[in-house]
C-alpha cells in the first residue's frame, strides 16, 4: 500500500531503478534498547507512517510538502534477516489486534525515500531519492563490547563478584549452588559445561523478570541468542579463581577457550560487520517498567545504558576504537510508551531520561554526536481524561488493560477499559534512585493495542502516536534537504 503523488511525474518503477543505482545516498538509522523497550513497534509504526501518508506535523520534509512518496525495497544485503513488517502490522491490524512479536535477533529493511530538496541548486537536478536502511537489534548485544577487552578471569571475577551481592540472591543462589558441586579442574565434560551455562543463563534471565526488572549482564547473547541458541560459542559460565595452573584438558580451560571463541565468533563480527556500519542511533529506554519496579531497578537500568553505550567511548585504550570508526553522528534517546502517562507528565518522564541517559550522553557527545532526548509513544494505546477523587481532579489515561494485568486486588479480563491514574512523577528525578525515600507509587499497565483506527486521505489506517513525528525528523529531516 504505497502513496505516490504522481504530479511530478514518477512510477514506482522509476523509484526502484533509482534505489538499485549505486549513487543513491544510504542512511543506516540502527534501532536498539533493552528486551521489551518498544523497537518493534517503532520500527512498525514508522514505516507505516511513512508508506501510508499519515499526517506527521513536526516532520518537516512532510509538512512542507517535499517528501513525495516512501517505498518499501529490496535490501542488497542477503545476510541479515528482514524485519518482518508485513507480519507485526497484520498483528497490530488484526481482530482483535495484538502486540506484534518483539525483537529477538537483528533484522533489517529498506526503505526508500522521494523527495524533493529544498536547496535550490539539488533541486535544479530533479527529485532526490534516499535510502533509508533501518537496523534493528537487541540493546543486549551493546553490552558485550567491554568483554573484548577482558579476560576470562577479570569477566568471571565481575561476574561472580555481582552475583554475591545480595539484591541478587534470590535469582543467583541455584547458579552459584551449581558452580560449588563443579570441580572445574577435572577432565572437560560438555555435559557439566553444559550445566553450568544453562544455570548461569537461568540467573541472567530471571535478574530481568518483570517485577524484579534487574536489567542486564553480559554476555548479550546469553539474553537474546539470537541464531546462535545452543551453540558452543554460548555454552560457558564465569567460574571462580583456580588454585593452580588448570590443565588444557580441564573443564576451566574448555570454558576459557569457549569466552574467547564468544569474542571471536560472536562479538567482533557483530560490531564490524553491523554496528559500525551504522550513521545513526536510536536508543528506546522503557524508564516506566524500571519506575514501577523501584529504585534498584532504576539504578540498575542506569547502568545498563551507561554500559550499552559505552561503545562511544573513545581513546586508544578502547579496543573497539580500531573496529568503529566512530560515523554514528547523531542519537536519539527515547523514552517509550508515554501514553501511559498523561501528557502533563511527559516533562517528566523526558527530564527522568535525561538523568538515566546522562553518562550516555557525556560519552557520546564528547565522540562528536549530537544527541536528544524525546518522550514518545510511536503507537497510542490510551487517550486521556479526567476523574474526580475526593473532591481532586485526577488526569488520566484511558484505555483497556491486558488479560491478567494486576492492579490492587483487580485482575483485568482483557476486555474491560479503565480510567487510570497512574500516579505522580517525581519532580527531581534523583528521588527515583533512592531506596531511602518514599518513593512515589506508580502504576503502569500494559494496554491492548488501539482499535477503531481513523484512516487517511487515501484510507489507510492510521495508528496514533505521540511525537513519532519528532523522532522522525531528528534522525532523517537534515537529510532530506
Ligand atoms: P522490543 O522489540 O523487544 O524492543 O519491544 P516491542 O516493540 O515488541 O514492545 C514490547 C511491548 O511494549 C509491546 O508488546 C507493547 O505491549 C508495549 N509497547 C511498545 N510500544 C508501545 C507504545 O508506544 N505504547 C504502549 N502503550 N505500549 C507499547
Not at 513497534?41 to 501510508?52: G, Q, R
Not at 560490531?271 to 529506554?285: E, G, K, P, S
Not at 519532580?427 to 503502569?444: R, V
Request: aromatic share 6%; hydrophobic share 40%; with cysteine.
Amino acid at each position: 500500500p504505497t502513496i505516490f503523488v504522481d504530479e511530478v511525474g514518477i512510477t514506482l518503477g522509476n523509484i526502484a531503478d533509482a534505489a538499485s543505482g549505486a549513487i543513491t545516498p544510504t542512511l543506516r538509522i540502527g534501532v536498539t534498547g533493552l528486551s521489551r523497550a518498544g523497537k518493534t513497534i517503532f520500527i512498525t509504526a514508522l514505516i507505516h507512517n511513512l508508506l501510508s501518508g499519515a499526517t506527521l506535523p513536526g516532520f518537516q520534509a512532510m509538512t512542507q510538502g517535499r517528501l513525495i512518496g516512501a517505498q518499501l525495497t529490496e535490501h542488497p544485503d542477503n545476510a541479515t534477516p528482514r524485519f518482518a513488517y508485513e507480519n507485526h502490522l497484520a498483528a497490530l491490524l488484526g481482530t482483535p489486534p495484538t502486540w506484534p512479536e518483539s525483537t529477538r535477533r537483528i533484522s533489517q529493511v529498506r526503505l526508500t525515500l522521494r523527495y524533493q530538496s529544498d536547496r535550490w541548486l539539488k533541486n535544479r537536478m530533479g527529485l532526490s531519492t534516499l535510502n533509508l536502511d533501518i537496523v534493528d537489534y537487541p540493546g543486549e548485544w551493546l553490552l558485550d563490547l567491554p568483554l573484548l577487552s577482558k579476560s576470562f578471569r577479570q569477566w568471571s571475577d565481575e561476574a561472580l563478584d555481582l552475583a554475591q551481592r545480595p539484591n541478587r540472591e534470590e535469582e543467583a543462589t541455584p547458579f552459584l549452588e551449581a558452580l560449588k558441586a563443579t570441580d572445574t579442574m577435572a577432565q572437560a565434560d560438555e555435559t557439566a559445561a553444559e550445566t553450568l551455562a544453562l544455570a548461569f543463563t537461568q540467573y541472567l534471565r530471571a535478574s530481568k523478570q518483570d517485577a524484579r526488572a534487574l536489567s542486564t549482564l553480559p554476555p548479550g547473547r546469553f539474553l537474546m541468542p539470537g541464531d546462535l541458541e545452543g551453540s558452543p560459542a554460548l555454552t560457558f559460565a564465569p567460574l571462580p579463581k583456580p588454585s593452580h595452573a588448570p590443565r588444557s584438558n580441564s573443564l576451566y580451560a574448555m570454558l576459557e577457550r569457549r569466552f574467547e571463541a564468544y569474542k571471536t565468533v560472536v562479538i567482533r563480527p557483530f560490531f564490524r560487520d553491523h554496528f559500525a556500519r551504522l550513521d545513526r542511533q536510536i536508543v528506546l529506554v522503557d524508564a516506566l517498567r524500571a519506575l514501577n519496579a523501584g529504585p534498584e531497578a532504576v539504578s540498575d537500568l542506569e547502568n545498563a545504558l551507561t554500559s550499552v553505550l559505552a561503545c562511544y567511548r573513545q581513546g586508544r585504550v578502547n579496543p573497539i576504537s580500531r573496529i568503529l570508526n566512530r560515523r554514528i553522528d547523531k542519537i536519539l534517546f527515547a523514552a517509550t510508551k508515554a501514553d501511559l502517562l498523561h501528557h502533563t507528565s511527559h516533562a517528566k518522564l523526558e527530564a527522568i531520561l535525561n538523568r538515566l541517559v546522562m553518562n550516555a550522553t557525556r560519552r557520546a557527545r564528547f565522540a562528536g554526536a549530537q544527541t536528544q532526548s524525546l518522550a514518545i509513544a510511536a503507537i497510542r494505546a490510551t487517550r486521556e481524561g479526567r476523574i474526580k477523587d475526593n473532591g481532586d481532579t485526577l488526569d488520566t489515561i484511558i484505555g483497556t488493560p491486558e488479560q491478567g494485568q494486576v492492579l490492587g486486588d483487580t485482575t483485568y479480563d482483557g476486555e474491560t477499559e479503565i480510567a487510570l491514574f497512574p500516579g505522580d512523577l517525581p519532580d527531581s528525578p534523583e528521588s527515583l534512585f533512592k531506596t531511602d525515600e518514599s518513593t512515589p507509587e506508580l502504576n503502569f499497565l500494559r494496554f491492548l493495542p488501539p482499535t477503531d483506527l481513523q484512516r487517511s486521505e487515501t484510507g489507510e489506517p492510521i495508528f496514533p502516536n505521540i511525537r513519532l513525528d519528532r523522532a522522525i525528523d531528528y534522525l532523517i529531516g537534515d537529510k532530506l534537504q
